[in-house]
């Protein structure tokens, strides 16, 4: 059972265009990001994919991409992400809030934590089982995983393009130092994959 | 006969580390980025060094890069990055600054330029024959490559640490957006040399 920081993220840094947001999705340009998902026809990207989706027994992810996931309907809506779409066996997912949202109605897998990140990285390994937990993003979210340790593993797929502004991963106001020591590296030509054991992070 | 900008980062996007200066090298914690040059056996990271040694037949680099070279003497002293001490046959290099030092010294194979980065490029191409021509740094060096359609090829040494702050190599302030296509990718326990296909940019 591992903790998993996984997102992906553009060579400048980004995980999203600018303008991101429920009704812009990843922000502009930003689809291109997940080429590696929705156009690849490479075997080594969908044995990427297929492998974490077997490997996660939980997920953990923010507020603000579970937003952009559920598309414009959001917290506002009478329903959440998946809600009623969710095949059978799909993982729980752990959503950080800082306040639990007035009107949404969740499929059964979904769960607010408003506790912040920690909580809902215990509450979703103790989901997990034997499974790793896949912390999926934003990228503030990715943040307080790695700054507050709780983070075994740091997998960036890195899409190769430029997108100059947008959401950045690491930022020079929360500045997290560590070294990492590479695990594992499968290139594409949609994506390197690369995936860190993570050590001490101060 | 290609123009490659090639530079070694963080993960977290820096080329050094908080403080780099002539004093204080590429800044604290900034040397980490550069073991898969200096501490490496890997005959892979060797591979890649002696590989691009020997394709390229001229420099390109900025002048706070050749002043971190160079060490604590600078422009200042009566000496110039590798006065006299360069083996025969190192290739010419060509400074970018914006304005001419009164004093120094230079070996017989390095060049002020005070005319901008597309003329040391061209001076450069012109001096490589048909050998590349590598632009090393520093960061601004590299973004104005780029930015002016003058790069051929990216290779980036992404060294598995983050360094929380320093010099970026991407900025907001000089966004570039561009597409680029995967060419090459090494990886291993020092870095993940990342070679790419620079398209248009914007």
């Keep these: 059972m591992a903790v998993i920081a996984d997102i992906t993220v553009s060579l400048d840094g980004y995980v999203t265009g600018p303008n991101p947001g429920p009704s812009n999705g990843l922000g502009d340009g ?70 639990q949202p007035e009107h949404v109605r969740l499929a059964d897998q979904m769960h607010i934590v408003t506790e912040g990140v920690a909580v809902a990285v215990a509450r979703a390994v103790d989901a997990a089982g034997d499974k790793d937990v896949s912390v999926m993003g934003g990228g503030s979210v990715i943040r307080s995983v790695l700054a507050e340790g709780l983070a075994d593993r740091l997998v960036l797929h890195v899409a190769p393009l430029l997108l100059g502004s947008g959401t950045p991963l690491f930022t020079a106001d929360e500045p997290l130092r560590a070294s990492l020591h590479i695990d594992d590296v499968v290139a594409t030509m949609h994506a390197t994959h690369m995936t860190y054991l993570v050590g001490a992070v101060h």
Tied chains: 1, 2.
Excluded: C, I, K, N
């Design 30 to 99: 930003g689809e291109a990001l997940h080429a590696w998902v929705f156009a690849s026809d490479s075997p080594q990207d969908r044995d990427v994919l297929e492998r974490s989706m077997a490997r996660y027994g939980a997920v953990v992810m923010g507020r603000r991409l579970f937003d952009v996931v559920d598309g414009p309907s959001g917290w506002s809506e009478d329903r959440g992400f998946g809600a009623g779409a969710e095949p059978d066996g799909a993982p729980p997912v752990f959503v950080v809030t800082h306040t």
